[in-house]
C-alpha cells in the first residue's frame, strides 16, 4: 500500500513538474529571437547610414575654366601680353570669382593665362600653379586626386581647355574659336557618376565663331 502511495505521488510530480519546464524554454527561445532580429535591425541601419554617407556626403570638385583673355595681336611675338580689353575681362573674372571658394589656380607657361589669373590670385590671396600648356593630362590628374572636393580655377587655351573639360566630363569639347574670348566652363565632379557640365558666356561679348587654329601644341615637342 505504502509503495502505491509513494508511487502515485511521484507519477504525479512530474506530471506537474513538465508546464513548469516549457515555460523556462520559450521565454528564452523569444529572448534569443528578439537578439537575433535586434542584431539584424542593427546591421541594416548601419548599411543604409554607410549608403547615404558614401552617395550624399561626397565630396563634390567643381572646375571653373576659361580660355585666356583678350592677347595682344603680335606675329613675332609667341607669348604677347593681355591687350586693355582683355585687363578689363581679367578683373571681370576676379569680381565674378573673388567669393567662390577657390582653393587653388592653374595657369600655363605663356603670360596671357597668368595675366588672366593675376586679379583673381591678387585678390583672393592665391599663388597659381604653372604647368606646361601641353600637360592637360597632368592637369586633369592633379584635379582628380589632389584636389578633390576643392574648386579649382583654371586659365588655359583655346586648344587645351576643351580638352580638359573633355577629360574630366568623358564628353567631346571642340576647341574654341580664335575670336572668342567669353566662354566659361563650369565642371562639378562626383565620386560616383559622370560629370556635369555647364558652359556659359561672361564678360564683355567677343566675336563668335571666326577661325579654328591653335597658338598651343597639345603634345610635347
Not at 558614401?54 to 583678350?70: K, M, Y
Not at 559622370?194 to 597639345?218: C, D, F, R
Request: charged fraction near 20%.
Amino acid at each position: 500500500m505504502y509503495s502505491s502511495v509513494i508511487v502515485t505521488a511521484r507519477l504525479h510530480h512530474k506530471s506537474i513538474s513538465h508546464p513548469n519546464m516549457n515555460e523556462t524554454k520559450e521565454p528564452r527561445t523569444r529572448l534569443r529571437t528578439i537578439v537575433v532580429f535586434s542584431l539584424l535591425a542593427f546591421v541594416f541601419g548601419a548599411v543604409i547610414i554607410f549608403g547615404y554617407f558614401a552617395t550624399f556626403s561626397r565630396p563634390i570638385t567643381t572646375v571653373i575654366a576659361v580660355r585666356h583673355a583678350e592677347k595682344k595681336v603680335e606675329p613675332q611675338n609667341q607669348d604677347p601680353d593681355l591687350t586693355p580689353e582683355g585687363e578689363a575681362r581679367a578683373k571681370e573674372i576676379a569680381r565674378m570669382f573673388a567669393d567662390a571658394g577657390i582653393n587653388v589656380i592653374y595657369a600655363t607657361q605663356y603670360k596671357r593665362t597668368q595675366e588672366t589669373v593675376k586679379p583673381l590670385a591678387d585678390q583672393i590671396g592665391i599663388t597659381p600653379t604653372l604647368l606646361q600648356a601641353n600637360q592637360t593630362e597632368e592637369l586633369a590628374k592633379q584635379i582628380q586626386t589632389n584636389h578633390r572636393g576643392q574648386t579649382i580655377f583654371v586659365a588655359g587655351h583655346n586648344n587645351t581647355v576643351p580638352a580638359l573639360v573633355s577629360i574630366l566630363s568623358g564628353d567631346t569639347y571642340p576647341v574654341i574659336p580664335e575670336s572668342e574670348y567669353d566662354n566659361l566652363y563650369i565642371i562639378t565632379i562626383y565620386r560616383f557618376g559622370k560629370a556635369k557640365v555647364i558652359k556659359l558666356k561672361y564678360g564683355s561679348e567677343t566675336t563668335q565663331g571666326v577661325g579654328n587654329g591653335t597658338m598651343v601644341p597639345m603634345k610635347p615637342q
